[in-house]
Nanobody, 118 residues
Framework: QVQLVESGGGLVQAGGSLRLSCAASGGFASNAVMGWFRQAPGKERAIVARIWSGGSTHYAESAKGRFTISRDNAKKTVSLQMNSLKPEDTAVYYC????????????WGQGTQVTVSS
């Protein structure tokens, strides 16, 4: 079993920055694919970024050039640095883990609220 706990959300003005962190515990696998998702009110949850164990990354178009995902396998943490935030980035952000050999993100954190004011 993998437990994920997010932190770092909050209220920020447009153009500002936030850094989200996700701490993993339990049966965390250092070779798991880790991802950040977000869900805005009235919208479906969507991928923001993901990072493979070797450091390769993938970003949603909305995040490219502004967000950076990183991981520290020794510390079992995954971070999302968000710069140049926009009001449309307002959402609940979730950390998730996809274990090796599986096709979906099975483990999820409880989410952290990010609100960007205009």
């Amino acid at each position: 079993q993998v437990q994920l706990v997010e932190s770092g959300g909050g209220l920020v003005q447009a153009g500002g920055s936030l850094r989200l962190s996700c701490a993993a515990s339990g049966g965390f696998a250092s070779n798991a694919v880790m991802g950040w998702f977000r869900q805005a009110p009235g919208k479906e949850r969507a991928i923001v970024a993901r990072i493979w164990s070797g450091g390769s990354t993938h970003y949603a178009e909305s995040a490219k050039g502004r967000f950076t995902i990183s991981r520290d396998n020794a510390k079992k943490t995954v971070s999302l640095q968000m710069n140049s935030l926009k009001p449309e980035d307002t959402a609940v952000y979730y950390c998730a883990a996809q274990l090796p050999g599986t096709a979906e993100f099975k483990y999820w954190g409880q989410g952290t609220q990010v609100t960007v004011s205009s």
